[in-house]
């Protein structure tokens, strides 16, 4: 399971943190991802990491302000949100990429970040 939290209402400029924490099945995923789907569009990749090394992915839309965090030991990983901006209004999931498929098989709940102009 994935349980994600941490959005909530902020202005522009301002900052958000997100966590995803990985239990059951999740525990012994390959990567962690984020995602965010905004009303009336296509969800879309925020950025990931490795488990084991650590590895990131940054889309370059958010690159420089968002950063991907983790926390083996928690088996957490965070999103560091910085200078948000009404843009990044979504709702964002957190997911685990398992190494069986290679995909993203398991998805979390999802957490609204709305960004205030």
């Known amino acids: 399971q994935l349980q994600a939290s941490g959005g909530g209402l902020v202005q522009a400029g301002g900052s958000l943190r997100l966590s995803c924490a990985a239990s059951?099945?999740?525990?012994?995923?390959?990567?962690m991802g984020w995602f965010r789907q905004a009303p009336g569009k296509e969800r879309e990749f925020v950025a990931a990491?490795?488990?084991?090394?650590?590895?990131?992915y940054t889309a370059d839309s958010v690159k420089g302000r968002f950063t991907i965090s983790k926390n083996r030991a928690e088996n957490t990983v965070y999103l560091q949100m910085n200078s948000l901006q009404p843009e990044d209004t979504a709702v964002y999931y957190c997911?685990?990429?398992?190494?069986?498929?290679?995909?993203?098989?398991?998805w979390g709940q999802g957490t609204l970040v709305t960004v205030s102009s």
């Open positions: 990491i490795t488990w084991s090394a650590g590895k990131i």
């Open positions: 997911a685990a990429k398992t190494y069986q498929t290679g995909s993203y098989d398991y």
């Open positions: 059951g099945r999740t525990f012994n995923s390959h990567a």
